[in-house]
């Protein structure tokens, strides 16, 4: 029996697909604005905040790096009504994302602030600046240029991750695909233009941060 294609349906259902993309890139936009800021914070006190703050934000950044998203994710939208927090789908998936990335970009934006040489702090000392003061304007926007790349490919990472918030209705990508292969009965041509959207905006995004990066950390011209 040969099996025949047929992409007819995308006539149809490409509103839902517009759809799905645009809460993927919404989640996507979100999360990591968020999840960057969050990481920077976290970073910030888990090298420099109290003793305390270090193991708040120790034990948050394990918690998250040592479970699955899926997991997470049924937590806030099923597990916090428990304690009266009920949050809609899309609040909890952008919730999800906001926390998941947080920790990585956390431990991320760790490493390249402890990669920066030891002289960039005394500077900022000798000029009176505090260590607020310093981190802001002397170490990190030479840490965020050094680890860009690896922050964008984890940005790409929680995107592609994001399919994950169909499970609790949200109507991303995946939930397009899913509503539209139990329509139509088209599984391999729902899923194969899926997949290739998805391919298409890994890539978009890739460019996008990398764009960002050329904009905010513009390289320096040697003599």
């Known amino acids: 029996m040969t099996y025949s294609f047929n992409f007819m349906w995308l006539a149809t259902y490409y509103p839902v697909i517009v759809k799905g993309i645009l809460i993927t890139l919404e ?3 979100v999360g990591g604005v968020l999840g960057i800021a969050l990481g920077i914070l976290c970073a910030f006190v888990k090298l420099y905040g109290t003793a305390p703050l ?3 934000v120790a034990t948050y950044v394990e918690l998250i ?3 699955p998203f899926l997991v997470q994710l049924f937590f806030i939208f099923f597990g916090l ?4 927090i009920r949050l809609g789908e899309l609040e909890a998936a952008n919730i999800a994302m906001v926390v998941n ?3 990585y970009a956390c431990e991320i934006i760790r490493a390249g ?3 920066t040489p030891r002289g960039q702090f005394e500077a900022g000392a000798s000029l009176a600046m505090s260590r607020l003061e310093t981190f802001r ?4 926007v030479p840490a965020l240029q050094r680890i860009w790349p690896a922050l964008s490919s984890q940005v790409v990472i929680v995107m592609l991750g994001s399919a994950v918030v169909s499970q609790i209705a949200a109507q991303d990508l995946t939930y397009a695909a899913n509503y539209i292969e139990s329509r139509t009965f088209r599984s391999f041509e729902a899923y194969s233009v899926t997949t290739a959207i998805y391919l298409i905006l890994a ?6 941060m990398a764009g960002v990066g050329r904009l905010v950390f513009p390289r320096r011209v040697s003599r």
Not at 81 to 84: D, N, S
Not at 137 to 140: A, G, P
Not at 203 to 208: E, G, K, N, P, Y
């Open 27 to 29: 989640l996507t936009i």
């Open 54 to 56: 270090r193991v708040v």
């Open 65 to 67: 790096r040592n479970t």
């Open 81 to 84: 009504p428990a304690l009266g």
């Open 101 to 103: 990335l947080g920790a």
């Open 113 to 115: 602030i402890q990669a």
């Open 137 to 140: 304007h002397v170490v990190l």
């Open 203 to 208: 890539i978009l995004v890739r460019q996008a």
